[in-house]
């Protein structure tokens, strides 16, 4: 005897005997269920309480077949017998066996189908005769789309693993109902398995006149063969009805219900429409995606793509839909083509390959319908690298220091082996890799590579450079025959040299075919290269003379002093700097000492007071520099910048101008072509004639080209001209972007 077990519906069987009793288990519910000659196969499921019906066909003859149900009180069940086996009647509460007994001697194959009250399942026991305010169910169903997707194949549809079963009875012809809730946009996967009269299921919404949204019916009993009606539909929002309506009395249905809400797409969220922000899925070899399409929607899948691959991209749906897939190609986005998934087969299932461009970086996929669809889309990715990171070059390089900048070394020795791809679809006809050798002049080595491809056409070339003019010194080569090894060797001297694979096909110029073909495979090929020296040669080395050490080591001495001495200027004069600085930050109001100074006459010393102290205070902080000049006539800050200016005594001036001092300060970003421009508030135009430091002017304008974050700089600036009052702006770009800072006042340069 073999025993198996329903647990939650009788579509789920689960053979536990040693005999290991075969059951086919379609996407549509229908079992198949083998018994051997004289072999008793027992069903256990849990019953509620209510009306069973199971009815087996045995392909046109069930006369050797004994089918029995024993429930939870021990009442026995016997199935009528003719052309198929019929059960039917009233079952209670708690465990329950399903016997099927093969009397014959012959293989029986016994399809069955029913409606059980199955613990877990909908019933009558949970509806209403009319559209009365009983509570609404709930409908399970899977997770996600995606991982509903995955339990899917393209032969099987998207058909819910996790979708509601709904087995009920009706005594008496008329209308069941069934209450659930919904909310705009949501999916409903109706499916109807085995009924034993006709029997119609609608899906009604929640207005005064109960539209009908979608419906499935069939017009007589059902057959276990046959394949189950399916449909999905979008809902609106609140309550809905699964309504079962029937003119036939003691009627008996198995159907499934799911119920996906939109944001069951993608990490709890719908995927995103047009113009919206959308997250690239990144993945390496494949992935699966899937989503549902409710009303007037349209998801957008975007995917890491990063170089030349091959693609193999599967689109499947529930009903057509209508995908267009575009390419981001050197930041830009492409048209790359348009399908609808009727397009493939019957079943909405559309597969294609491609090899995709080198300078691709995203493929963006589009779905739409105008009907209630759930998609998926299965993509697979094959990466053809050569020594496991990027295709090789394959032309030789110009000169050896562009070899070694470009071209991959690859190491010797015996039983090291390098792999790669030659990918004839995309052109890639050569792979070409360096090698080094140390020896002296007159050295030689003997060179052996060893070629591994599973073709006729491919090829492994030992070249000897002479980077001097890029000529080939020697050269030797072998091919592959089938799918033995070939080998060549070569003599050559010390240096940087050559290894090339390439397709013979592609060399002789016998590629017939177009750009990213297909049907065209790659090649795959490996090799080890060795080596063994076979000539020392001569070392170019001789022993000095003592005198010559010891004058070598007094002038890397020497040189080594000389080299240090501008950084020891650098330090000295920086240590000057800070010291004359932190004596500075101790005499507050420095303008008060030049006025002082100027006063007595000394000029001169006032002047070049002026000029060590720009460069002394620019050392010190901010806020401390400030207050060694003194209070500014003119203050301007931002969270970015503070900007101060100070009016100068006209007697320190070079040429009779106007002397100006401004201070700049950048707390945040970095200012890129910055200028400072300095406006009569009326009147002509100010002129610069003097500026210090030495820096680019122009008319009115200083220009400070960059100034960093954290950057503080004091200019002295003499302007000429008759104008009223004086206007400070600072402009430039941070970020990339154009950006002006501008105190809102003036100053009167008018003598105190």
Known sequence: MVVLLLLTQFSMLIATGEDGVAAEQEANGTQGIQIAGG??????????????????????????????LIDSNGSQHIAVITDTALLRGEISAGNADLNL?????????VNIQASLPAVGSVTELDASSSFDDSPALVFSNSESVTSMFATNTPETGFADPEASWVNASMSDAGTLYWPFEASMGDLIELALL????????????????????????????????????????????GRHWLVASSSHNNLSFSARLAHHSIDDDHNGEDWPESGQMTDVQEFDASASFAGTLGMNDID???????????????AVSTSSVEVNLTAMIDGIWVPFMEFQTTEGDD????????????????????????????????????????LDSEDAIGSIPWNQSTALEQWTTVEMGDGVVHSGWLCLPIYDGADTFLFKLEGWEGSQFHVRVKLFADDTQVSAEIIEMNWSDRSIV??????????????????????????????????????????????????????????????????PWFEAAGFVTEISEMLLLFFGF??????????????????????????????????????????????????????????????????????????????????AIWKLPRAISNDDGLPILLGINVFRGTWEIAAVRFEASSGALWSISHCHPKLLRREDEIFLDTLAEGSRVFVHVE??????GLEVSLSGLVDGQPVAAKHSGSIDLEEE
């Not at 957008?300 to 599967?314: E, K, Y």
């Not at 240090?564 to 004596?583: D, G, S």
């Open 562 to 643: 000389l080299l240090l001495l501008p950084i020891i200027i650098v330090l000295w004069n920086r240590r000057i700097h800070v010291r004359r600085a932190m004596k500075l930050a101790g005499s507050k109001e420095r303008l008060s000492v030049l006025r002082d100074l100027l006063s007595r006459g000394e000029v001169k010393q006032a002047r070049g007071d002026l000029k060590l102290s720009l460069r002394a205070i620019a050392s010190l902080e901010w806020e401390e520099g400030i207050k060694t000049w003194g209070k500014p006539d003119m203050r301007h800050r931002t969270e970015n910048l503070d900007m």
């Open 39 to 68: 072999e008793n196969v027992v069903i256990q499921f849990i019953a509620r309480n209510g009306t069973f019906w199971i009815e087996a066909g045995c392909g046109g003859d069930c006369r050797e077949l004994e089918m029995v």
């Open 719 to 724: 302007l000429s001209g008759s104008g009223m």
């Open 347 to 386: 079943s909405n299932n559309y597969s294609f390959s491609f090899w995709s461009v080198e300078n691709t970086a995203l493929f963006r996929f589009s779905f739409s319908s105008n009907e209630a669809v759930i998609w998926g889309l299965e993509v697979q990715r094959t990466k053809f690298l050569d």
């Open 474 to 539: 020697s050269n030797s080569s072998t091919s592959t025959t089938g799918d033995v090894e070939s080998e060549t060797t070569l003599v050559v001297g010390p240096g940087i040299h050559l290894i090339r694979i390439h397709s013979i096909t592609i060399a002789d110029g016998e590629a017939d075919w177009s750009w990213g073909e297909v049907n065209v495979s790659a090649i795959e090929w490996s090799f080890q290269i060795d080596s063994i020296q076979t000539e020392e040669g001569e070392q």
């Open 194 to 237: 085995h009924s034993s009269q006709d029997i119609s299921l609608q899906i009604v919404n929640n207005d005064s006149n109960h539209t009908i949204i979608t419906e499935i019916s069939t017009n007589s009993n059902t057959s276990a063969e046959s394949s189950a009606q399916r449909l999905w539909a979008n809902t609106g929002e």
């Open 300 to 314: 957008i899948l975007t995917l890491n793509a990063s170089g030349d691959d091959l693609w193999l991209v599967n």
């Open 101 to 109: 007994l093969n009397k014959g001697d012959v293989e029986l194959m």
